[in-house]
């Protein structure tokens, strides 16, 4: 059975707000747990998120080389659905991780990730530009291309300056089963136009189906 590719919608920092995405049609919701970004909150603002959106779709909470143990904590406290790792986190790491019974997405960059690929075993794969500032796409689109015989392969996230006037270049070249979104659909840092949000789901999933039955966020 084939399905249309599904949304992540990244970089959320309240309730209200991540209720409205998941309504617009969203698949998961990502929560920024690194210091640094602008788009980070705590736990407790994520416990209310996780909180707010209930079954409504999944919350994923992004990671950037945190130590084990902080993890591990995060999961207790705020009790969100699914593990993103964005940093040089180990096969152990990730090993030690799943022992949490969380799905998780492990972060490759476009430079290498055919051959990163071989030392994770992780539930599905992020793939990403890898280059700016901060962790994440920041806005760079790159060839999504390079990621195209990824797709036939495995199921993935595609990342980095994806909006509504590129989305059905990206899907054409990358064969996606999911897309991940956060710049594109802001005002400003953790602040989403939910007009935007609107717009892009409407149009991935008017773009065909995803590659695989196979689902990543549900």
Known sequence: MHTSREVKICGLTTPEQAVAVAEAGADAIGLVFYPPSPRHVSISQAREIVAA??????????????????VLQIIERTGIDLLQLHGNESEAY?????????????????ESFAEDIRDYSADAYL???????????NFQSWQWQQAGAFGLKHPYILAGGISKDNVRQAIAEGNPQA????????????????????????????????????????
């Open 127 to 137: 793939l990403e530009l890898g280059k700016g500032i901060l962790p994440g796409g």
């Open 94 to 110: 990730i090993q030690n991780l799943h022992s949490s019974g969380k799905r998780i997405i492990k972060v490759l960059k476009n």
């Open 179 to 218: 897309l991940d979104l956060s710049s594109a659909v802001e005002s400003s840092p953790g602040i989403k136009d939910l007009d935007k949000v609107q717009e892009i789901i409407n149009i991935i999933h008017s773009v065909g189906t995803a590659p695989h039955a196979e689902r990543i966020f549900s």
């Open 53 to 70: 959106i209930g079954d409504e779709c999944c919350t994923c909470g992004i990671f950037v080389d945190m130590p084990l143990e902080r």
